[in-house]
């Protein structure tokens, strides 16, 4: 994927248009069709947005923006590993469209909420209501990071119905261990009303050892557990046991779907926990050229990987990247 940043950031003081700012970022490549939420463009605008700083420590936006859930992100280079987690890529917002307002408490707290038209990222509002996100950034100590993430609103579930109720919380501790090793934990539980049936439940927990030997090398390992306890995320929100067996919408990002889902005795029971362990080695030859080399062991509770012509419960990759910042 390549990416195209214009951006005029808004700076407290001075006139009216000092304070005042605005940032486009344009995806391009087979990666924008995934982080665009429409699955069918090569190029997306992952951001646009406008901003004002109406005082010093206060911040507004309006447009598209990064959504404020979770630890890793769309941009490769600003991950410490090549591949995503199971928890960004399936259970988490990628972009969110509304209006945002930050606040800097002091140079060690904010706060930042936003109203927003969908946690799936779409521009427009399917059911004419706003849900909300919001993220409490702390710094108690100079190697020490504390955020709290939440998200509350009506968005479509796994039956089709627009208004259910779904939220979202968790938090991210970053730890600097040292100058060179970093240790990160993230963790979030979610839940949306299903009436007729008991609520999608979905939740994980990731941790990051991030080494770097030098200003070349790196270790960076991650391990993470995810459990979608009713398959709402991981496999399309399918309700198959619905008359015609078909989808009602897809509620997450990207899907692994057990392979017996289209079974009619299993309809309806497509919950799974996927496991992953990822080890990425990382070589700067030069300061704006990232190179990685990546092993990752994925894991299931049912039968989701291809295996040739059949089906098995785990997979083994091999992956490489190479990342040129200009």
Known sequence: MAQL???????????????????LKLNFGEDAKFTGGTGSDDFDFQEAYIQYMPADNLTLQAGRMNTLIGYEVIESPLNPNFSRSFMFGIGEPFTVTGFRATVDFSESAS??????????????DDNNSKSIEALLSLTPMDNVG???????GPEGNMRGQATADRMQVG??????????LEF???????????????????????????YDFNDQWGLHVRAEVFEDAAGAFSCFGSDLSSDDGGNYGELGNAHLCPAWVSAAQDAGTFNQTLWETTWTLQYKPVP??????????????RNTFSDGDGVT??????????IFLF
């Open 171 to 180: 938090g991210i501790l970053d730890v600097q261990a040292t100058d060179q």
């Open 111 to 124: 706060l930042a909420v936003s109203a927003i038209n969908s946690f799936t990222g779409l521009q427009q």
């Open 184 to 210: 990160v934990l993230e963790g979030y539980y979610g839940n949306q009303e299903v009436p007729g049936s008991a609520n999608a439940r979905w939740d994980g927990v990731a941790g990051y050892a991030i």
């Open 288 to 301: 704006n050229l990232i190179t990685r080399a990546e092993f990752r062991y994925d894991r299931s509770d």
């Open 5 to 23: 940043v214009l951006e005029k950031a808004a700076n407290p003081g001075g006139a009216l248009a000092d304070r005042a700012g605005f940032r």
């Open 146 to 152: 504390v955020s709290v993430f939440g998200f509350w």
């Open 313 to 322: 419960d785990s997979q083994s990759t091999l992956a490489g990247e190479m």
